[in-house]
């Protein structure tokens, strides 16, 4: 928030990282998952108030069950363009681009455990988007609520799900709670 960075900056490396670097380990890793695996894509509560701040379109694209990833991939880049011309917010999009690198984390992670649920039915893998919470790190800082092995619960929860489990699958998971998306 207090980065002087030009927000298009911030916005084409957070991307960047966030999304498509999370994209891209997927995308790598995800035909190497055994039968039973687990799959834990760090995301965050802000990923829910950024959606908030998005238009109703925008909203009703990120929510929607039959969304491809190539369709998530094109609003992701145009977040991007738009902030290089600075209409992002009359283009519907929050000012944030963490959150909005987040909502991508969440969505990508639905729409991946939507194709294993299709393409490796009976495999039994489950993938999920997580909020580790407000972690004490060096981004956080010193004031944030959760020590890291606290913000550490929910992903390896999610990580450690029993080889008998179907769910959660597709899912934000916040304090090992299934939250609405």
């Given at each position: 928030?207090?980065d002087t960075t030009p927000f298009a900056v911030q916005a084409e490396?957070?991307?960047?990282?966030?999304?498509?670097?999370?994209?891209?380990?997927?995308?790598?890793?995800?035909?190497?998952?055994?039968?039973?695996?687990?799959?834990?894509?760090?995301?965050?509560?802000?990923?829910?108030?950024?959606?908030?701040?998005?238009?109703?379109?925008?909203?009703?694209?990120?929510?929607?069950?039959?969304?491809?990833?190539?369709?998530?991939?094109?609003?992701?880049?145009?977040?991007?363009?738009?902030?290089?011309?600075?209409?992002?917010?009359?283009?519907?999009?929050?000012?944030?681009?963490?959150?909005?690198?987040?909502?991508?984390?969440?969505?990508?992670?639905?729409?991946?455990?939507?194709?294993?649920?299709?393409?490796?039915?009976?495999?039994?893998?489950?993938?999920?988007?997580?909020?580790?919470?407000?972690?004490?790190?060096?981004?956080?800082?010193?004031?944030?609520?959760?020590?890291?092995?606290?913000?550490?619960?929910?992903?390896?929860?999610?990580?450690?799900?029993?080889?008998?489990?179907?769910?959660?699958?597709?899912?934000?998971?916040?304090?090992?709670?299934?939250?609405?998306?």
């Open positions: 928030v207090h490396v957070t991307l960047k990282t966030n999304f498509f670097g999370t994209r891209n380990v997927c995308t790598e890793l995800l035909p190497l998952i055994k039968p039973y695996g687990r799959v834990v894509n760090v995301s965050s509560m802000v990923s829910s108030s950024a959606l908030r701040g998005c238009s109703q379109e925008l909203q009703q694209k990120f929510r929607s069950d039959s969304i491809t990833e190539e369709e998530l991939v094109q609003l992701m880049t145009k977040f991007v363009e738009d902030t290089k011309k600075s209409i992002h917010e009359r283009e519907g999009w929050p000012n944030t681009a963490y959150g909005v690198s987040k909502i991508g984390v969440t969505v990508l992670s639905r729409i991946q455990a939507r194709l294993l649920a299709e393409q490796r039915k009976g495999e039994h893998i489950l993938l999920n988007a997580c909020c580790p919470g407000w972690v004490r790190t060096d981004m956080a800082g010193p004031k944030a609520t959760k020590s890291p092995e606290e913000g550490a619960e929910t992903p390896v929860y999610l990580a450690l799900l029993p080889s008998s489990a179907d769910a959660p699958h597709g899912e934000f998971v916040s304090d090992k709670t299934v939250r609405p998306w």
